[in-house]
């Protein structure tokens, strides 16, 4: 089976457009992730989804950044107004059942946003 | 909120020696993770080491855990040029992986 799968690769926008990332996770995994990567930065957690639903979305910057997921398998991560500190990497993973801390996280490779 | 600290944040070696990576955290675990980045795109999982554990092997890797210190190290043996990449070391906050800053490892052939 594929890995998890992300587009785009890469994604160059002006500041104040919006943007629209896809994640594919693993096929059968209820549990997916959003996470961050500022340049040279470590690794910062988004979002949190249990099938459609987003129990955590306590790392979610601001009320400019929303996503969604549908029949428990794709994720759209929309950032609106963007602005240059929102440029990064956007990493997303998955995992079978997300059960607490007893699961191997899976990432995609990732789409890089550069705002200018 | 980073968990983790690492140490070092980059290491430079020479292909054939062994590279280790020591890790940091805070607060109480169920496991703790290494990944590798290749060209700041996706991450690898390398080893997965539970609290109850203190050592874990996977090729020529090897992984301890120290829970009364809270610390972990990454060990390469035998490293090779395509080893080159950054490691992080990841604890479980319920279902949320916490990363560390991550170490640069460089390998040179």
């Known amino acids: 089976g594929a890995g998890v799968s992300q587009s785009p690769s890469n994604k160059v926008t002006e500041k104040g457009k919006d943007v629209e990332l896809r994640c594919d996770p693993i096929s059968g995994h209820t549990a997916l992730y959003w996470y961050r990567q500022s340049l040279g930065q470590g690794l910062e957690f988004l979002i949190y989804?249990?099938?459609?639903?987003?129990?955590?979305k306590s790392g979610l910057p601001s009320d400019r950044f929303s996503a969604e997921r549908t029949g428990g398998s794709v994720s759209t991560l929309t950032i609106q107004r963007t602005q240059q500190e929102d440029s990064a990497v956007y990493l997303c993973?998955?995992?079978?059942?997300?059960?607490?801390?007893?699961?191997?996280?899976?990432f995609g490779p990732g789409t890089r946003l550069l705002v200018l | 909120s980073q968990q983790g600290e690492e140490d070092p944040q980059a290491l430079s070696i020479q292909e054939g020696e062994n590279a280790t990576m020591n890790c940091s955290y805070k607060?109480?675990?169920?496991?703790l993770q290494w990944y590798r980045q290749n060209s700041g795109r996706g991450l690898v999982h390398l080893i997965l080491i539970r609290s109850n554990e203190r050592e874990k092997h996977s090729g020529r890797l090897r992984v301890t855990l120290d829970t009364s210190k809270k610390s972990s190290s990454l060990l390469i043996t035998a490293s090779r040029a395509a080893d080159t990449a950054s490691y992080f070391c990841a604890t479980d906050s319920s279902y949320k992986l916490i990363f560390g800053s991550g170490t640069r490892l460089l390998v040179r052939p």
């Open positions: 989804f249990q099938g459609n639903s987003a129990p955590d």
């Open positions: 993973a998955s995992s079978l059942t997300g059960t607490s801390g007893k699961e191997t996280q899976y």
């Open positions: 607060t109480s675990i169920n496991n």
